[in-house]
């Protein structure tokens, strides 16, 4: 236990940098992603059919590819097509094209759980399809939507461990650098692992308080 | 001021409305009654473009209804509506739902709209209930926001969707006393209601809508008292003496 104390005051420093890289691209992309997935979301329910197929088909594709093979494919194939990004940037627009299909259908399914009296209720004030979503149907869809978006968010700030395979130095990439040149896998992955814990709890425990703040506000 | 000439509504396969020919106008109260499935809701939908209509023809102030054109935005503004199951905005207290039309469709400012919008509660007997929210709110005084809610954008007619059907037996008559003073106001209302007690003293003429046709129409009086068709009379005897 001493041992461990004492060799994790010397790996720590080292795994913090990865942190602050960890924290730096969840967050980048689930901005990202949370914008995107607003606009997929909006395409699918605009009622114009050939957007709402097009999108339709765009997510189904992204949903179903692997998020590894995603950003090897924006990290290796697409400078061949002149789009030359860093590592990065790569990382984090690979995880938020992937979850902004998973969080434009949580999205999607959020609005749709908005009743049709409140469309109607809108339209009958003489409200305009743009406005009645702002003010009507999107503030009802995101009270609604709160609990899987905030699942979204964690399993991002955990999946933002994948982004290491194209050398983003983020924890984890710190941490599999660190055990290959020290050999002390237990300590350095014990430390990744409560590292992780340390992002992840706090949000949970966020999210269930805007969780309880919303459901009174109703 | 509302026209309705030969209108024919489907869903599919499914004929709802069958020819309607109607025309309100400017400060009458016209009921319109039948069985359920007859097309009165549907009706009432079609004049403020909630649904569409095949063929035939509904307008408001010699203005086609037609959900295609942007005009219908307009035509909304003019011809309020009054839901079965309220539809208020949840997420927005009393005073807000209230305020939302003429403040954010009608551009008005925020002092005077909030204004009006107290005035209005004020008549419907929700002074103490301005900031409230919804789901703490009764059925009869939810209801009775809806209809400040209708009043607040000044509308020439407002239509009510049996805006009683889904209110506790005691809540019904706060409701109908609102609605009765905006008769004698001489609103312009298109009310679908089984409140026949309620159409016999308040409107002015009735419609009897049976199998998506106007079968019966005339004055309130007349057609409650003695009605002539025999789908009427079946109907009446059965609303009036369920048991």
């Known amino acids: ?218 | 001021m509302i026209k309705l000439e030969d209108v024919h509504k489907s869903f599919g396969d499914h004929e709802v409305l069958k020819g309607v020919d109607a025309e309100i106008d400017k400060g009458q109260v016209v009921c319109l009654i039948g069985p359920s499935g007859s097309g009165k809701s549907t009706l009432l939908r079609c004049i403020n473009g909630l649904e569409t209509y095949q063929s035939g023809q509904i307008s408001v102030d010699g203005e086609r209804v037609d959900v295609a054109s942007p005009r219908i935005h307009d035509i909304r503004t003019r011809v309020s509506m009054v839901f079965q199951r309220f539809n208020l905005f949840p997420h927005r207290t009393a005073i807000e739902n209230v305020m939302e039309g003429p403040r954010y469709v009608l551009k008005q400012e925020q002092a005077s709209a909030r204004q009006k919008a107290e005035q209005l509660l004020v008549r419907v007997g929700l002074e103490d209930k301005l900031d409230a929210y919804p789901s703490a709110l009764s059925g009869g005084q939810q209801q009775r926001v809806a209809i400040a809610r209708a009043l607040a954008m000044e509308p020439e007619a407002i239509l009510f969707d049996e805006p009683t059907s889904a209110l506790d037996p005691e809540m019904v008559g706060e409701v109908l006393q609102v609605m009765r003073a905006l008769a004698e106001e001489h609103m312009t209302m298109l009310v679908v209601t089984h409140e026949i007690l309620f159409a016999r003293e308040v409107a002015d003429s009735v419609l009897f809508l049976d199998g998506g046709r106007i079968v019966e129409e005339g004055p309130a009086g007349e057609v409650l008292r003695q009605p002539k068709n025999e789908r009427t009379q079946d109907f009446l005897r059965r609303v009036t003496h369920p048991v």
């Open chain 1, 1 to 218: 236990m001493t041992d461990f104390i004492a060799s994790a005051g010397v790996y720590l420093p080292i795994l913090l940098k990865g942190v602050w890289l960890t924290i730096a691209v969840t967050l980048l992309s689930l901005g990202l992603a949370t914008l995107l997935g607003l606009i997929w979301a909006l395409f699918r329910t605009s009622g114009i059919r050939w957007l709402a197929l097009a999108t339709r088909i765009f997510v189904e594709f992204v949903r179903g590819v692997p998020i590894l093979v995603v950003l090897f494919y924006i990290y290796f194939v697409m400078p061949e097509f002149g789009l030359d990004l860093t590592a990065f940037q790569a990382g984090v627009v690979g995880l938020a094209l992937t979850y902004s299909c998973y969080i434009g259908e949580t999205f999607r399914a959020g609005i749709e759980a908005v009743d049709k009296g409140q469309v109607e209720a809108a339209k009958s004030i003489g409200m305009k399809t743009p406005m009645m979503m702002r003010r009507v149907v999107l503030p009802q869809a995101f009270r609604i939507v709160v609990p899987p978006y905030a699942n979204n968010m964690v399993m991002l700030l955990k999946d933002s461990s994948q982004v290491s395979v194209i050398s983003v130095a983020e924890l984890t990439m710190q941490g599999k650098m660190l055990a290959s040149s020290t050999f002390d896998n237990m300590t350095v992955f014990t430390l990744v692992a409560l590292l992780y814990l340390c992002l992840t709890i706090p949000l949970n425990f966020a999210m269930r308080r805007v969780e309880v703040a919303m459901g009174s506000a109703k």
